[in-house]
């Protein structure tokens, strides 16, 4: 067995509280009719209005398919709609219907009291170090993966002039 360390125990917790976060918000937005997942949706669209569809896939780490099943839930419902984009036909645009608004507000009162329910007992200094410092991580992890991806990027044009050579 592996001795325990402190970065592992940070990353064994933090991915306890992330999946316990998302079983919490899936139960608690239930009682709006939407799932955790069309509640994301509608807050990125909230702070994003008019972004491609392929933008708030990436944006959300979604495969495009899995949006679609998304949005077209959340269109059938009237607080989405898809607009052409003027500059590429093949593409659409993401807009809140004014039926969203409400909606949203609801879902943000819903989100401060499902926080503040796992955040009790944590003094709001401590939170606001905590997001520092998960700001931190965050973008050490988007470097390592910006240099992996762009490390990947040279090994494939290498391997490429290799096999032209």
Known sequence: MLPRTINREFAFTLNDVARMLRTYA???AAQFGITRAQWAVLVRLDRSEGLKQSELAEILDLQPISLTRLLDKLAQCGLIERRADPVDRRAKRLFLTPAAHP???KLGD???DLMATALRGVAPESVEQMVEYLDVVRENLR???QHRNAGHAAEARQLEGQHHG
């Open 103 to 105: 909606m949203i507000e």
């Open 143 to 145: 470097q390592a993966i």
């Open 26 to 28: 899936d139960h608690r």
């Open 110 to 112: 819903l989100g401060e």
